[in-house]
């Protein structure tokens, strides 16, 4: 059972250019997220998707784009990156919004951009 | 809006020995669940514990326990007996009831790094 996996691990951009990161769960849940996280600002929610076809911004979503391809997919995408999107992007999923369900996580992608 | 906040960026601790981590919520839901994660160095976000609001004993689970005080509006994560691989970053985090603008997001704190020493 593979859980969340999310690509590519590591990846260094130049200024302006563009790319997406996959994530992909195969615990058949309704709801994925995409974080940032920063040094001494923990884990910043940019957006959400609650089930398939539908996504809304969280916190920080300038700069970002997502498509819910299907059930399983949750892609982020960086148009034209930036230095201040250089972070570790973690994808996550829940099975459930009963409170006492939690996130199952993506092993992250460290992303730099230069 | 909910808001987590952990004091303590960083953390020492005697291998062996207790340590509390501190955590204070602020929240208008009367609802909500509390949870701690741990980090370790390679990077993967790993689940150790769960407190619901309504819950009227702390959690336990191994060697972590929830310290849930919910007039003070703190849910503390105590390690008893340390061991080297606790070293890490450790998040506090709480979720909201379903729908609305916080459909079923978890709210994080800064995170906390723990160093055990032999």
Known sequence: ???????????????????????????????????????????????????????????VPNGYNVSRLNKREFSLRLESAAPSQTSVYFCASRESLELNYGYTFGSGTRLTVV | AQKITQTQPGMFVQEKE?????????????????????QPSSGEMIFLIYQGSYDQQNATEGRYSLNFQKARKSANLVISASQLGDSAMYFCAMSSPGGGTSYGKLTFGQGTILTVHP
């Not at chain 1, 563009?18 to 615990?27: G, H, I, K, N, P």
């Not at chain 2, 839901?29 to 949870?35: A, C, E, Q, V």
């Open chain 1, 1 to 59: 059972n593979a859980g969340v996996t999310q690509t590519p691990k590591f990846q260094v951009l130049k200024t302006g250019q563009s790319m997406t990161l996959q994530c992909a769960q195969d615990m058949n849940h309704n709801s994925m997220y995409w974080y940032r996280q920063d040094p001494g600002m923990g884990l910043r929610l940019i957006y959400y998707s609650a089930s398939e076809g539908t996504t809304d911004k969280g916190e």
């Open chain 2, 18 to 38: 207790a340590v509390t981590l501190d955590c204070t919520y602020d929240t208008s839901d009367p609802s909500y669940g509390l949870f701690w994660y741990k």
